[in-house]
């Protein structure tokens, strides 16, 4: 079940959820993690690295087969590497920055060769993170405007069959698979629910078996939870961390004054939308990573729940109420995935008109939302975060001014800028010892806390709804972006 139609069918460059749900049925990358994200084989057999931590070697599994038949090899990784993670994923350009080079010294073995030492980039190989795309269908191309985005050859368990816009994405079963005998099934649909009552009608009905990322209201889950033939889980998600928060443009007036970023943090009961909305599967966020991380820092700046302090930050940054009791005017562009996320743009714009921000809500499709804030058309907008269960893979992106690139979803959309910022980034990408690690995260999480470009809500509990019919759905940390190959129908 999908609940939102994917712009395209490829997460190597657009880490969009169904994306990403799609993609990694097709497409594969060099490891998978298990359930404690370690790193296990993949496309990649086996991987060493020196002792100075400036080479990696990774042996490729043989007798792989694109599935239009060509071979896959070494030259397809590297080409991935250097011209697509490493130049226009969102968290690749971070994470691949000290990549310099990628050596085939025979189609089975693949070199990267790194500047600087990288203590994250075994952790970023994972077919929705690092999508290898095959080089005979991308070189030379616009990677973002190829046509085979839409209708991916890949390596993976299924093979693209069909995409009916508005209706259903049908994935077949590949014959040729490395690792047969899999898949067990036959044809993989997925199809497109927009309206949150019919997504549960579909489960009651059997005519959906799985859906991720809380398909269904979470009133209707409890319902649901109650059926014999169905089964509810949170477990999967520890890959993604789930996170959800607010971007803020800082190049609008009056949101280039952190006191008028603090004052809506302020503005805003977290505890209300996690028992009113989010009916208790969420925690408040006291920042950009996760409490259960072990980069957690503890003491940053906290904005708890107070509409008369920042009533009084706003009369300090000199905006003050007009005839209206309205002191500026800002639009909310929330991303369209699900009744929650739409409740909660609701409730922030009833709680900042409770401080005089009049806030317009804009709804929009997915495809148009991204647009609109990547090429920062916007004031505030809304959205999942995943912080990754390693954060240089998924928050340093939002901190980090060399991410500032406009056009390109899911990074430094805010405009933020600070020199101590970038330098804890670029400091802890290339320390090995953890506890420097974990100091430099210190300091990032310190100064965005203090600053504020983006305002950190919630760390979210995912649900996903499965018929019990179904199994091996849930194997791993990143179970919404599994390849299937290890599902079974009773």
């Given at each position: 079940?999908?609940?939102?139609?994917p712009p395209?069918?490829?997460s190597?460059?657009?880490?969009?959820?169904?994306?990403g749900?799609?993609g990694?049925k097709v497409?594969e990358?060099?490891?998978?993690?298990?359930e404690?994200?370690?790193?296990?084989?993949?496309?990649?057999t086996s991987?060493?690295?020196?002792?100075?931590?400036?080479?990696y070697?990774f042996?490729?599994?043989?007798n792989?087969?694109?599935?239009?038949?060509?071979?896959?090899t070494?030259a397809?990784?590297a080409?991935?590497?250097?011209?697509?993670?490493?130049?226009?994923h969102p968290?690749g350009?971070?994470i691949f920055s000290?990549?310099?080079?990628?050596n085939?010294?025979?189609?089975?073995?693949a070199?990267f060769?790194?500047?600087?030492s990288s203590?994250?980039?075994l952790?970023?190989?994972?077919?929705?993170e690092?999508?290898i795309l095959?080089?005979h269908?991308?070189d030379?191309?616009d990677?973002?405007?190829n046509?085979?985005n839409?209708?991916?050859?890949g390596?993976?368990p299924?093979?693209?069959k069909e995409w009916?816009r508005g209706?259903?994405?049908?994935l077949e079963r590949?014959?040729?698979y490395?690792?047969?005998?899999k898949?067990?099934?036959?044809?993989?649909i997925?199809?497109?629910f927009v309206?949150p009552?019919?997504r549960?009608?579909?489960?009651e009905?059997?005519?959906?078996d799985?859906?991720?990322?809380?398909?269904?209201?979470?009133?209707?889950?409890?319902?649901?939870?109650k059926?014999?033939?169905?089964?509810?889980?949170?477990?999967?998600y520890?890959?993604?961390?789930?996170?959800f928060f607010?971007?803020?443009?800082?190049?609008?007036p009056?949101?280039?004054?952190?006191r008028?970023r603090?004052a809506i943090s302020?503005?805003i009961?977290?505890?209300f939308i996690?028992?009113?909305i989010?009916?208790g599967y969420a925690?408040?966020?006291?920042?950009p990573?996760?409490?259960?991380?072990?980069?957690?820092?503890?003491n940053?700046?906290?904005?708890p729940?107070?509409?008369?302090?920042?009533?009084?930050l706003?009369d300090?940054?000199?905006l003050?109420?007009?005839p209206?009791?309205?002191r500026f005017r800002?639009?909310?562009d929330?991303?369209?995935?699900?009744q929650?996320?739409?409740?909660?743009?609701?409730?922030?714009k009833?709680?900042?008109a409770?401080v005089g921000?009049?806030?317009?809500?804009?709804?929009?499709d997915?495809?148009?939302?991204i647009k609109?804030?990547?090429?920062?058309?916007?004031?505030?907008?809304?959205?999942p975060?995943?912080?990754?269960?390693?954060?240089a893979?998924?928050v340093?992106?939002?901190?980090?001014?060399?991410?500032i690139?406009?056009?390109?979803?899911?990074?430094?959309?805010s405009?933020?800028?600070?020199?101590l910022?970038?330098?804890?980034?670029e400091a802890?990408?290339?320390?090995?010892?953890?506890k420097?690690r974990?100091?430099?995260?210190?300091v990032l999480q310190k100064?965005?806390?203090q600053?504020v470009?983006?305002?950190?809500?919630?760390?979210?509990?995912?649900l996903?709804?499965?018929?019990?019919?179904?199994?091996?759905?849930?194997?791993?940390?990143?179970?919404p972006f599994?390849?299937?190959?290890?599902?079974?129908?009773d």
């Amino acid at each position: 079940m999908l609940t939102q139609e994917p712009p395209q069918l490829t997460s190597a460059f657009n880490t969009t959820l169904p994306n990403g749900v799609v993609g990694t049925k097709v497409l594969e990358g060099l490891l998978a993690y298990d359930e404690k994200m370690q790193p296990k084989p993949s496309l990649a057999t086996s991987w060493s690295v020196s002792n100075d931590g400036l080479e990696y070697t990774f042996k490729l599994r043989p007798n792989v087969s694109w599935h239009d038949g060509q071979p896959f090899t070494s030259a397809d990784v590297a080409y991935s590497a250097m011209n697509v993670w490493k130049t226009l994923h969102p968290r690749g350009r971070i994470i691949f920055s000290s990549l310099t080079a990628v050596n085939t010294p025979d189609p089975l073995t693949a070199v990267f060769k790194l500047s600087k030492s990288s203590p994250v980039l075994l952790s970023a190989l994972h077919s929705y993170e690092s999508q290898i795309l095959p080089k005979h269908l991308y070189d030379g191309t616009d990677v973002t405007l190829n046509p085979w985005n839409l209708k991916p050859i890949g390596t993976g368990p299924f093979v693209f069959k069909e995409w009916r816009r508005g209706q259903y994405i049908m994935l077949e079963r590949n014959p040729n698979y490395w690792d047969k005998p899999k898949p067990a099934i036959e044809r993989v649909i997925l199809r497109l629910f927009v309206d949150p009552g019919a997504r549960s009608a579909a489960f009651e009905t059997g005519s959906a078996d799985i859906g991720y990322f809380s398909p269904v209201t979470l009133a209707d889950a409890e319902r649901l939870k109650k059926r014999t033939d169905m089964m509810i889980t949170t477990n999967g998600y520890q890959y993604a961390t789930p996170m959800f928060f607010m971007e803020l443009n800082l190049r609008n007036p009056p949101l280039n004054d952190v006191r008028v970023r603090q004052a809506i943090s302020h503005a805003i009961d977290r505890q209300f939308i996690i028992k009113n909305i989010f009916m208790g599967y969420a925690t408040p966020a006291t920042g950009p990573i996760q409490s259960s991380s072990q980069f957690y820092e503890p003491n940053v700046a906290q904005y708890p729940y107070d509409p008369a302090k920042a009533n009084a930050l706003l009369d300090e940054a000199g905006l003050k109420r007009g005839p209206n009791g309205m002191r500026f005017r800002i639009t909310h562009d929330p991303v369209p995935q699900n009744q929650e996320h739409a409740l909660t743009a609701d409730y922030v714009k009833q709680a900042l008109a409770v401080v005089g921000i009049d806030v317009e809500i804009r709804k929009q499709d997915l495809a148009s939302q991204i647009k609109r804030v990547s090429s920062w058309n916007f004031d505030m907008s809304s959205n999942p975060l995943f912080a990754m269960f390693d954060p240089a893979l998924g928050v340093t992106r939002l901190f980090w001014s060399g991410n500032i690139k406009q056009g390109i979803p899911f990074t430094n959309v805010s405009g933020f800028s600070d020199p101590l910022m970038d330098s804890s980034i670029e400091a802890q990408s290339t320390e090995r010892d953890l506890k420097k690690r974990i100091a430099h995260f210190s300091v990032l999480q310190k100064i965005a806390q203090q600053q504020v470009p983006l305002i950190y809500l919630l760390e979210v509990n995912y649900l996903t709804i499965a018929n019990k019919r179904l199994n091996g759905h849930t194997v791993d940390g990143a179970a919404p972006f599994s390849s299937f190959a290890d599902v079974k129908i009773d």
